[in-house]
């Protein structure tokens, strides 16, 4: 392993939960400074506050963890389910980019790298609110792609779906015959994806490699969205 | 032109504003008893009283107008501007949904057609908040579509961009030269799409001829999306 | 049944086979004059030769028989098998737009839509040189479509799958109890979709209702592909 | 920069055109011992002995280099023209999958990147037989990418345009005021995308690091398709 990110600074935020702590451990291997930020942000001025005790910040990694609550029929999900979707995940989002892109415009240069969902780009039952959260990470990840390209910051979203973890597929679930039949049927690679792979894309999209992705949705999902 | 949705009862939302008005009038010419609901929806009960005061909904037209604003960076976007695009276009579809489901499910047949937009498909700038919302739809209908569909409900997206409407393109703009060279260099189709045609397209997806639609997005900006 | 298609000839390729009977007998219905082409094409000459025989050609239904021969893994197709699929789909698709476009262009008004599949929009197994294929009439329709919309004629492909066919679909594989559990597991629809179903969006895409999608790749497989 | 491809071989297709150069230098530099192939492939024949004289191949990269014509019109592409857009791009794509996977298979690991285009992915005019092309490699790679990941081969298609090459992109037209200003309207990343850095692209799906990626088309166009 080389050392890509040397001499960048990178936060990460909700640092211990969904892809946060592979990326911290990760992100220091390839020799980023790690602003490692643990809290659930609940409004655009902790995330100013974040941005501004972190100092000088060359990569943000959106990271946002949700519950994974599915199998939810839409009639049954009821106001606070759906408001916390996106007081969770989108939200967040947008208050980190507002709060981040200041100093990467001034510097013209900046990297932000979204763990999104494949979920709004392919149907699902029983994640209505999930997916419409999701999709609104999509949309919002193509326009400000598209605008802040322009200022020489790459804004990209890791549309992943079947990555191994804890909270959305538990051992329990995912080592039943019936998990594994699925898997085969369903996702070309046969298996899930493991969280190092995952942070590998996100550290490619973090890295100097890809000044050239603006605004891009990009499957990760063993061929279940190409 | 033909009857083809003779004895459909249809809800169309925020009848006076958007797509509402042609929607209106056209669904009637096909025969539709309309039931033309005008108001800004903003909460689950007023969605459940608007269906209950409806009766039989066979068809939901999600119609819902945004403050076509852009030009707006994505720095200088106010928390409230960017929460109030999501409580005009994703909220009220959500609830409208919920509302009108019980009964379509119970009848094993509905339609719902959304009246979104083509701009979460494609990066633009200066639009953040509004494609984050209409990316919502888009996940919100791709899921939705896919649950839906067993109970044979219809529910199908219009992604449209470039259809003429005074709020979003006013004649001051459309008519000049730089607008016209616009068109000609961006739009395939070089010209703003009419209303009619935009209308056109939800009778299809609102009739029988349809019924093998779910959980679509289909793009309808004269070419520019695909 | 309204008369949508009045006053229009329509040509409709191989018009014995894949959508071609169900397309001739419902056109018709719509009021359009059909010229019913049985030959396969092959060669540019031919084309000509038809578009010559058949006068103003005010819609071209570009419908082209493929071999459905599915279950090859990609090591064992041999080349004849490969050239054949194009051969079959995608050259006399092009020598078919040749020979009609330029009365279309001339008369600044014309509608082409070809029967396509949704196949090279996700990816299946051991259907390699078919999904090639396809993709080459998708490829190409975004393309012309985008091209031929400056003459005001609409080029747009249904991408369909999991259509009723005797071929494709034959009753000995549909009935049984694996089929349609199937079915149940991957198509949200739940069911294959029925030919009229299919010549039905045939129809709108051919009407002066659509002439605002351009190079359009419309997916219609019960929700398979969105 | 690390040794991401040691002991790794990796043939390169047409080592001598298009992003071959690169490539051959790029993964070299990684570690990789490079087969550079200089022959335009015309036959299964050829790409079978190709491949017995390389003996093991880890990594294939298909490069193949098209005549970049543009500005033609449909109804002028001639049919020697339009075989022949296929005959560079498309058949030498499937001889060489065709005569690697075998051994790959055998050892139940390979990957297979191609260079491929964006333009089946977005419509632009007088490139159809290109596009058409282009569009079979997007359908062949997505069907195979799905076939062959059960056997963890990977196969994926970068989706590429914008980038530089005297051959699409001379100076003489890209130092000119009018391209530079179409580059700034269409292209979110305002410059044309370089050598390496689409090379890179390639280098990361060539390694270890993406085993999760199965049938992908990856869009690499500076944000023009996302």
């Known amino acids: 392993m080389s050392k890509r990110l040397e001499g960048k600074r990178a936060l990460i935020t909700q640092c211990g939960a969904y892809m946060g702590p592979k990326s911290v451990e990760m992100f220091r291997e390839e020799g980023a400074e790690v602003i490692a930020e643990p809290a659930v942000i609940t409004s655009a001025e902790q995330a100013r506050e974040i941005v501004a005790a972190a100092g000088e910040v060359d990569i943000l990694i959106a990271n946002f963890a ?24 989108v939200d967040p989002l947008h208050w980190m980019v507002q709060a981040v892109t200041p100093q990467m415009t001034a510097r013209k240069k900046g990297k932000i790298v979204v763990f999104g969902s494949a979920t709004p780009l392919r149907g699902m039952r029983h994640v209505a609110a999930y997916s419409a959260a999701r999709g609104a990470q999509v949309g919002y990840v193509r326009a400000v792609g598209a605008e802040l390209a322009a200022h020489n910051i790459n804004v990209n979203l890791i549309a992943q779906n079947f990555i191994e973890s804890e909270d959305y597929y538990p051992k329990s679930v995912t080592e039943t015959d019936r998990f594994q039949a699925y898997l085969r049927q369903n996702i070309p690679a046969r298996r899930l994806g493991r969280a190092e792979e995952d942070v590998a894309l996100a550290i490619f999209l973090a890295g100097d490699e890809s000044d050239f992705f603006c605004g891009q949705i990009i499957p990760f999902a063993g061929g279940w969205a190409t």
């Open 66 to 89: 949700a519950d994974a609550s599915s199998g939810t029929a839409v009639h049954q999900i009821d106001d606070s389910t759906w408001r916390e979707k996106f007081a969770v995940m």
